[in-house]
């Protein structure tokens, strides 16, 4: 429904926070951001104060202005996550390695089997080396699936990344106003320790501290000139 619903996380107990209003209909009315444990069981189970609505809007437009500034040195950073991605590829070696050594086991698992089909193995013996051998090759199962765990979400990362660069470059215009529809397509989460010092956690992880005594609801926001 909102923007920030569901993104905005308290950094003191990880729960969600809820939009409120405050003094509603009044000259002073006010949208904030409340930890969701704050509001049901008290400032006993979370100190955590409500953030102002505007103030994370505000901080959103400045950061995202400035990243248009030096697009060169965000890319940058961009540039150094898939070299890091990259570099893990390396585990593909480690893959295959695992994969060959599952099928020895396999064959070794076959021929045992086929040795007490023949009468070559006591029953004792071949439990004994059946239940090691199924002991390793699980093992080796697990390591692999790791490898292909980590693979998938490299390959998330990337994609990721590309949709953040594909969304910067499309919208390269300073903004003027908080936009629902790019806050919501780059950034994961909002992280809020403070009503002033939260931060921007974007959806291939990375994150941006904010100081948001700048933007603050009690501070009239000026708009940079462009």
Same mark, same amino acid.
């Given at each position: ?100 050594? *599952?099928? @020895?086991?396999? $064959?070794?698992?076959? #021929? /045992?089997? %086929?040795?007490? !089909?023949?009468? +070559? =193995? ?25 490898? *292909?765990? @980590?693979?998938? $979400?490299?390959?998330? #990362? /990337?994609? %990721?990344?590309? !949709?953040?660069? +594909? =969304? ?59």
């Amino acid at each position: 429904k909102y923007a920030f619903s569901g993104k905005l996380i308290c950094a003191n107990c990880g729960s969600t926070l809820k939009r409120r209003t405050w003094n509603a209909k009044t000259p002073n009315e006010r949208i904030v951001w409340q930890c969701n444990d704050y509001i049901n069981k008290g400032v006993v189970s979370c100190s955590t104060k409500a953030i102002g609505d505007l103030t994370i809007k505000r901080a959103f437009v400045a950061w995202y202005n400035s990243v248009l500034d030096d697009k060169a040195a965000f890319f940058d950073t961009f540039i150094k996550t898939i070299e890091r991605v990259v570099k893990k590829s390396k585990d593909k070696n480690k893959f295959q390695q695992t994969q060959n050594e *599952i099928r @020895k086991l396999e $064959d070794r698992i076959s #021929k /045992l089997v %086929q040795m007490k !089909i023949d009468w +070559e =193995i006591s029953q004792e013996d071949f439990k004994r080396e059946y239940s090691a051998l199924c002991e390793i090759k699980n093992k080796h199962i697990e390591i692999k699936n790791s490898y *292909i765990e @980590k693979e998938i $979400d490299d390959n998330e #990362k /990337l994609r %990721q990344v590309s !949709i953040i660069r +594909e =969304i910067i470059n499309t919208n390269s215009n300073p903004l003027t106003e908080f936009d629902d529809s790019i806050f919501k397509a780059i950034v994961d989460k909002v992280i809020v320790r403070t009503p002033v010092s939260f931060s921007f956690v974007l959806i291939n992880g990375m994150k941006f501290a904010i100081d948001g005594r700048e933007y603050s609801d009690g501070r009239k926001f000026k708009t940079r000139e462009y």
